[in-house]
């Protein structure tokens, strides 16, 4: 694919039918991380995409370590 001009681009027939995109259908880019940049219908997965980005930036960022037992312990409280 090649974007126009314009910044348009064509989302292949077969992409928009497993996507469920329809004429009319509003959709949103959201760009991870990782520089993956995903389409998808506006309102759906925002959350979920939100959620995996947080995860993504607090990923490896715990700064002690805590056995099995300590984690357990706090779920408890």
Same mark, same amino acid.
């Given at each position: 694919?090649? $974007?126009?001009?314009?910044? #348009? !681009?064509?989302?292949? #027939?077969? $992409? =928009?039918? %497993? ?7 509003? /959709? ?7 520089? !993956? /940049? *995903? !389409? !998808?219908?506006?309102? *759906?997965? *925002?959350?979920?995409?939100? %959620?995996?980005?947080?995860? #993504?930036? %607090? =990923? ?13 312990? %706090?779920?408890?409280?």
């Amino acid at each position: 694919m090649r $974007i126009t001009i314009k910044g #348009q !681009v064509t989302i292949p #027939q077969e $992409i =928009r039918n %497993l996507a469920g995109f329809h004429p009319g259908t509003e /959709v949103e880019f959201i760009m991870g991380d990782d520089g !993956v /940049v *995903r !389409v !998808v219908a506006a309102g *759906r997965d *925002r959350d979920a995409a939100r %959620l995996g980005q947080a995860i #993504q930036r %607090l =990923r490896g960022s715990a700064d002690r370590a805590l056995s099995t037992e300590d984690i357990m312990a %706090l779920t408890r409280e």
